[in-house]
């Protein structure tokens, strides 16, 4: 692997060219503009796996809603995950509240301002515990996310997978070896505003690049060919099926996953997997059965949505279903932890996943 020359002459040009940088071509960032560590740490939680431009007005919903630790604190969880629904990846809410608990009990409020009290919270590891370090609190902790990963793969042509546990050491070893001391905040970001504006997956613009001429990658002709990374496994195909149950008045039955289940906590149309060897309304009885103790008429097929999750690719099929008494909700059910009856104007009220959405406004519950 060729590495870049990291002599101390190299290393304090590399950080004055990205100190040169960011000073013309950063962002003006909601979280920049006044970085203290409640709002650092809410931005770096939302931006994990999520566009910024996405997370820019969840952020500033987010904020006004729970000004600071205290208040997230002090949330109904509901009112938390509805703020959240749409961002995707709920357990970094539920850790967001949780880390924010922590912090009110055992820190009296304060977030603190040391790197393995960071570490301890829920949900903050290296990489946020290093963001609220030094870009809140100023002390010379390294981080890297995927777009400083990016960067320093390509910037000393590391071929040894970053996703692996061998490449992971060696990018936290160089983000480590090129920190700037006299200020960790502005390195930092940076590195990320590099990767995420000039170093980027596809089509670098290597021209406009400050570390450019220390870049093994671009000396290779081969900057697009890193940074390495393992075989991923193709999503695996799974199917489902929900069922739309209406009231004349033009309320619909939603039901909310268990905490501990994918996507819990979140309010959906209830219904299951949907086994390979059997019909989609034999199914979907099935489901209304066993997790709603309830046997519905199941009507005509509705739509068919598709979402992709992490690992998995899914189909969704809709059906209308008529409940045997649909004035009110069935006795507590056996797999959801709660049914209710909402009205069309009051969904905005409950924490929806993007899926839900999706299905609402597939079936015109929903514009």
């Not at 101390?8 to 006044?34: E, F, G, N, V």
């Not at 055992?106 to 301002?113: L, S």
């Not at 990963?149 to 997978?161: F, K, N, Y």
């Amino acid at each position: 692997m060729a590495t870049p020359d990291l002599d101390p002459a190299r290393t304090l040009a590399l950080r004055d060219a990205l100190a040169a940088w960011y000073a013309a071509a950063r962002r003006p960032l909601p979280w920049r503009l006044d970085p203290t560590p409640w709002r650092v740490w809410v931005s770096e939680i939302m931006c994990q796996q999520t566009q910024v431009a996405t997370v820019v007005p969840y952020f500033h919903r987010f904020l006004a809603a729970f000004p600071d630790v205290r208040a997230l604190a002090a949330a109904p969880e509901a009112d938390v995950l509805a703020l959240w629904a749409g961002l995707g990846y709920y357990r970094r809410c539920r850790n967001l509240q949780a880390g924010a608990r922590e912090v009110v009990a055992r820190h009296d409020g304060r977030i603190p301002a040391d790197l393995d009290a960071l570490l301890a919270l829920p949900g903050v590891g290296r990489y946020t515990a290093g963001a609220i370090a030094s870009i809140a609190f100023g002390l010379p902790a390294p981080l890297v996310d995927g777009n400083v990963a990016r960067v320093l793969s390509r910037l000393s042509a590391q071929t040894e997978p970053v996703d692996s546990t061998a490449g992971a050491r060696l990018q936290w070893a160089l983000a480590e070896a090129l920190l700037d001391p006299r200020d960790p905040s502005r390195h930092n970001q940076a590195l990320m505003e590099l990767g995420a504006l000039v170093c980027t997956p596809r089509a670098p613009r290597c021209a406009d690049c400050p570390l450019a001429p220390s870049c093994a990658a671009r000396a290779l002709g081969a900057p697009e060919a890193y940074p390495v990374k393992r075989p991923k496994r193709a999503p695996a195909a799974v199917r489902a099926v929900c069922g739309l149950a209406r009231r004349p008045d033009g309320a619909v039955l939603l039901a909310r996953r268990p905490d501990d289940a994918l996507l819990g906590g979140l309010w959906e149309l209830p219904g299951d997997d949907h086994p390979a060897d059997t019909p989609a309304p034999a199914a979907l009885g099935a489901a209304f059965r066993a997790r709603l103790g309830v046997s519905p008429v199941v009507g005509p097929h509705l739509a068919d949505v598709d979402h992709v999750f992490t690992h998995r690719r899914l189909r969704l099929s809709v059906h209308a279903v008529a409940l045997p008494d649909p004035a009110a909700p069935a006795p507590p059910p056996s797999w959801y932890t709660d049914l209710r009856w909402v009205a069309p104007d009051a969904l905005a009220s409950l924490p929806l996943s993007r899926l839900t959405q999706k299905v609402l406004t597939a079936t015109g519950v929903r514009p």
